[in-house]
């Protein structure tokens, strides 16, 4: 473009810099998924060579279903989200598969009690939800203009077990003629999201509003027109997970509360604040409720019952099969983790691993939950809106607190608390749960990507 200048000369303007187009990468993510594919494939001819010397016959059927799946998923996020995180398809499709493996080599000591045939149908089932919110979700914040709408289906889900009988000493579950769900699994979404809208909406008058305690800038509090609704939902919900005694949702959801508030507001105080209220919600629920006071006595004196000639319990068992494993495992379908009893394939299921995957194995799939929820906290701070960045962290807060509450549970770190390890560990409701998550994730982080490409729709 020739532009005037100085009398008798003329200027050429740079030309206009042209917009950067982002790398898609749905190359690599294809790839990733038929790695995955064919590591569940070996892990599951693996387990039968173990056990009977031959491959299981179900090995092709197995692979080709696991494989169609994953490539649908790949398909729809293809064609519906281009600049998506090429890792979170394909880290859902490798710990999914992962678990039906787990789960298939419980069921072969457990001829009465086949879990993984139904784990798949549920498996199918949460891919299905995947492709749907991937295709019909075109942008996550049309999620904001539900933000109450989602608290009160939340409330909802969350007082519906209350009307069923408790089921192992916690009314968690629904079930109607041998069918059953947990609806506090799709709660978690629906608060997340809750949680996201008011303090988007909110944002300014948390952070700046209300008074100081004790003089200190970083433990002021907002005023109480602002934080008392939030707090007012947060005590509703978790009351009614304590007279259910689902006390590690309860937990989650405390967990999910802070970190979001911490991050809405930029004030490290409230970290503090949480940590010292988890501390004394613990130690009264622990003294007070007989369920959970149980619990803590078998985490403080894990051998107590083999001492008193009662042999080993459900902790115990875990713990030998954390050390039996060593730093390479047993190999997979050779442990003994079923000795745990009926929680082996849900809430100890990740003893079976450490037992037969070994030190190694978990410590891998622990980096592939550590890298899930990494590329979630990624995506979220890419995003330039308020409400997709609360969102991406909070639903990636979600997988990382369940992580740390389970794995801490089975270890020995801390008490036990009944949660299903996602993707791992058998539970429709979970399954179905962590499969909206990551598409929610992908759906965000196709945004992030997106916004900087001149080329793209913000």
């Not at 369940?402 to 089975?410: E, H, K, L």
Request: with cysteine; aromatic share 10%.
């Amino acid at each position: 473009m020739i532009q005037p200048g100085l009398p008798g000369t003329t200027v050429v303007a740079d030309p206009p810099t042209p917009a950067v187009r982002l790398p898609r990468r749905r190359g690599i993510e294809f790839t990733l998924i038929v790695v995955a594919v064919l590591l569940c494939v070996c892990g599951y001819c693996a387990v039968g060579l173990a056990r009977h010397g031959t491959v299981p016959p179900g090995a092709a059927g197995y692979g080709a279903g696991l494989g169609v799946l994953a490539l649908l998923a790949h398909v729809a996020v293809r064609f519906r989200a281009p600049y998506a995180d090429p890792l979170l398809l394909p880290i859902a499709v490798l710990l999914n598969g992962l678990g039906l493996i787990l789960i298939y080599r419980l069921d072969l000591d457990t001829p009465a009690d086949q879990a993984a045939p139904i784990q798949l149908i549920w498996s199918t089932l949460g891919v299905a939800f995947f492709i749907a919110a991937v295709l019909f979700l075109r942008d996550h914040r049309v999620l904001q203009r539900y933000t109450y709408v989602s608290v009160v289906a939340a409330l909802g889900l969350l007082t519906l077990p209350i009307f069923f009988p408790a089921v192992n000493g916690a009314r968690i579950w629904i079930r109607i003629a041998g069918f059953s769900i947990q609806p506090g699994e799709f709660a978690k979404v629906l608060l997340a999201v809750f949680f996201a809208g008011y303090l988007a909406a909110n944002r300014n008058a948390l952070a700046y509003a209300g008074r100081r305690i004790w003089r200190f800038e970083r433990l002021q509090l907002p005023a109480g027109r602002v934080l008392g609704p939030i707090v007012a939902i947060w005590l509703l919900s978790v009351g009614v997970l304590v007279l259910e005694r689902d006390l590690g949702t309860s937990l989650l959801f405390f967990g999910l509360f802070v970190i979001l508030l911490y991050v809405a507001t930029g004030r490290t105080g409230w970290i503090a604040v949480g940590l010292l209220l988890a501390c004394a919600g613990a130690m009264a629920v622990g003294r007070l409720e007989p369920h959970v006071h149980g619990r803590v006595q078998d985490w403080m004196h894990p051998f107590a019952s083999i001492e008193a000639g009662q042999g080993p319990n459900q902790l115990a068992q875990s713990l030998f099969s954390f050390a039996a494993g060593g730093v390479t495992g047993t190999g997979l379908g050779l442990g003994h983790s079923i000795l745990i009893g009926f929680a082996a394939k849900s809430d100890f299921i990740l003893a079976t691993a450490g037992e037969e995957l070994g030190l190694a194995g978990l410590s891998a799939i622990f980096l592939l939950y550590a890298l899930l929820v990494e590329r979630g906290y990624r995506a979220g701070l890419a995003l330039r809106d308020p409400f997709g960045r609360l969102l991406a962290i909070g639903l990636a807060s979600i997988v990382a607190l369940q992580v740390f509450v389970i794995a801490g549970g089975v270890t020995g770190l801390i008490p036990l608390t009944g949660m299903a390890m996602p993707f791992l560990a058998q539970g429709g409701s979970s399954v179905v749960t962590n499969w909206i998550i990551v598409a929610l994730l992908i759906r965000i982080s196709d945004v992030a990507r997106s916004q900087y490409d001149g080329t793209a729709a913000p």
